[in-house]
């Protein structure tokens, strides 16, 4: 069973833009916001040390496709889903939900690196984070 | 000849994030900002009237791949290339060039709507504009 | 007694700048979002219609003093105070604190007016929204 | 004489807000993108080593005072003057033009700062900045 999270958060107005709505970008903030609270929800964090290891989660790809705006003040439900999970990265979906509706689908491709002082490298995903991400640490199978 | 149209522009320390390169988000502000550079080089703006009609250009979708990093003070080249105009829409890309090398490239489809006091309704993309997208205008063809 | 109001919120990655803190800009965002968050709890909004008027609150001046960092995933706490209810403006301040130590404090003076067509002109605080700014509706005073 | 440094730029889409005006918190990511550009005609960088040391810039305190809105594709310039160079922090101003007119003044006091593994202390300005802060690089003194 594929991992899971949601939450809810208000618009704020620094969010919108002159055409009334919320600017497109700020879209993806949302996916890491999720994204974030997720794995706190799993006892992660997206800036950890694991095993002596420093690792990020930079981006690989990002896109999202809109259906409807979102306005100042508007409660949106932040629904992601974690849709495949590699050696090296792993992939999520974001539902952004509005009195039901979906306005958006955002999706996004994280790479898991060792940071290092200058740069980084790719690393196979640690163990027990792979098992985290797959939703075995979720429910009681 | 498709049109195309570049900006050079610094990195901001504001668009920097705690892993001491551009937050991701801040990829789709940039493509905004050359794609709007580009209406201006027509002769156009994305908030514009154009025969009575209030015309906006909201986003249907948008996406960046990641290649490398930006970091603060980098001058970053951004390459737009309108790749299809539509009936109602049009798609463009950018290149994020750093250095001479390809560090990111996105891609975003915008509709043509009226902007009404109440929300918005796509349209045929005027003529004008139209021609000016296509490249009809650049060159001497 | 002044009006009062107190939100909890979490530090987001894209926040942070690459000195590893939030960057000094985005206490002027968590400023309105305690403000905004306040107007709610009054049952207002500050996007709001008031006998046919549209009212909107520019800002006059806006501050921050900075005592110490927050960084990624700290939880903060807004308490946003009114210091002064005036004919047309009204001032408050919002302090940041961190487990339980102010590490900034932000000001800020917004006038109330009346939003037209080409621009807007300051008007007087309509009594209703006056006298819940004062902090009358608040208590059993 | 003191050190004075401006540049022009173009109000971006993303920088406005729903009451279509810039978002009063831009103009402290503006503040600082006349400063930094002020550092680099100086050929410093607010990210730099001096003698082992990594020197950074935190800020103490932030204001603005609005005076008139400005708007997406407005070209505003940003003259910044250096007001004070202390011990170990220095002041400055920026006035926002626009058409000529004043819309905005913004004041800024940061401190010079060793980084450190763990957090920063405060250091007097090296005396090669300082002797650039106080604008006896400039002219022909």
């Known amino acids: 069973m594929p991992a899971q999270h949601s939450i809810k958060r208000r618009i704020q107005f620094s969010e919108t833009d002159l055409a009334g709505v919320v600017h497109f970008s700020n879209y993806f903030r949302m996916m890491e916001e999720v994204e974030h609270a997720f794995f706190r929800s799993l006892g992660l964090s997206v800036v ?69 002082d200058k740069g980084m490298r790719s690393i196979r995903i640690p163990d027990g984070v792979r098992r985290k991400l797959d939703g075995e640490a979720q429910g009681d199978a």
Chains 1, 2, 3, 4 share one sequence.
């Not at 790809?61 to 629904?79: H, I, K, M, N, T």
């Not at 974001?94 to 958006?104: I, N, S």
Request: hydrophobic residues 40%.
């Open 48 to 116: 950890m040390s694991h095993e002596a290891l420093e690792i990020g989660w930079p981006r690989v790809s990002a896109s999202c496709e809109y259906f409807g705006p979102l306005r100042f003040e508007d409660e949106v439900e932040l629904v992601m889903r974690v849709t495949k999970v590699g050696e090296k990265s792993f992939n999520y979906e974001v539902d952004f939900l509005w009195e039901g509706r979906r306005v958006a689908l955002g999706k996004m491709t994280s790479v898991c690196c060792e940071m290092l």
